[in-house]
């Protein structure tokens, strides 16, 4: 059985990415997770929960169905026919790299905050 769904989880928002249903690929769930700052609560609060998870609403938006490799050829003959940028090109590549390492880095280190090379990422 083929597998390919991804999950992605906010504090605001919970994104299902399901690349094997045509019919809803994409739902976005109104959950998460609010983390109460100890300051917030007072002390008998304090004592009975910092974390409280949120469950909500589910919305699916309808998204066109497109074949992504067409896709990205079209693209490319767009860039080459009006002489302008493709939205993919070599830099675009770059920042997705930046961005990558970033996060891996960032994960290495415990989830600490990564600047950003902001000379390239513009």
């Given at each position: 059985m083929k597998i390919r769904t991804a999950i992605f989880g906010g504090s605001k928002r919970t994104l299902v990415w399901d690349d094997l249903n045509?019919?809803?690929r994409l739902a976005i769930y109104d959950r998460g997770v609010d983390v109460a700052s100890p300051d917030e609560l007072g002390d008998e609060q304090r004592r009975d929960i910092l974390i409280s998870y949120r469950s909500g609403d589910m919305v699916a938006p309808a998204?066109?169905?497109?074949?992504?490799?067409?896709?990205m050829v079209e693209e490319y003959a767009r860039a080459i026919t009006t002489k302008?940028?493709?939205?993919?090109?070599?830099?675009?590549?770059?920042?997705?790299?930046?961005?990558?390492?970033?996060?891996?880095r960032s994960l290495a280190?415990?989830?600490?905050?990564?600047?950003?090379?902001?000379?390239?990422?513009?």
């Open positions: 045509p019919s809803q998204l066109t169905e497109r074949e992504a490799l067409r896709t302008t940028p493709a939205l993919t090109d070599g830099r675009s590549g770059l920042r997705v790299l930046e961005l990558l390492q970033a996060a891996s280190e415990g989830g600490t905050m990564i600047k950003l090379n902001e000379g390239h990422m513009a």
